[in-house]
């Protein structure tokens, strides 16, 4: 089991993204991050869960955000145009190939990843910053 590899594969495939200025591991604060280095991804990792059957390998889920940052440079636009554009482009990198399994495995190192759970937005109902929070989950089986 090498988390660290399966995290770098998750943040490697975020980085083939297009749009984003920056694409970063370590999260600033959307107020920390200039206009002009926006829109912005950060990747978290938050948490893992073993899950064992006596008798089989140790299953891992292991959980990461994925943070979004766009900011608005004029108050009269459309506060969810950028963030839905990278969002389309994160559901995009994690795209499992066409076939039988129908799984993403960043490359043959997972079982499976995908987006996993409620995407939170903040369109920037207050002010000039959206954001969105992603979850996604790699399933990996210890051998």
């Not at 490697?12 to 999260?27: A, N, T």
């Not at 978290?44 to 608005?72: C, M």
């Amino acid at each position: 089991m090498k988390r660290e590899l399966y995290y770098a594969a998750l943040f490697k495939r975020l980085q083939q993204m297009p749009s984003p200025v920056q694409c970063e591991r370590v999260l600033a604060h959307h107020e920390d991050v200039p206009a002009n280095l926006q829109p912005a991804v950060f990747m978290t990792v938050t948490s893992q869960n073993a899950e064992q059957v006596t008798g089989f390998p140790t299953k891992y889920l292991l959980d990461a955000k994925v943070w979004i940052y766009a900011h608005r440079d004029t108050a009269g636009d459309v506060p969810s145009v950028t963030v839905n554009r990278i969002l389309d482009e994160l559901d995009e990198v994690l795209r499992p190939p066409v076939g039988p399994s129908f799984k993403q495995t960043l490359g043959g190192l997972v079982e499976h990843c995908w987006i996993d759970g409620e995407i939170h937005t903040d369109e920037g109902w207050l002010g000039l910053q959206s954001i969105a929070v992603v979850p996604v989950r790699m399933l990996v089986v210890a051998n």
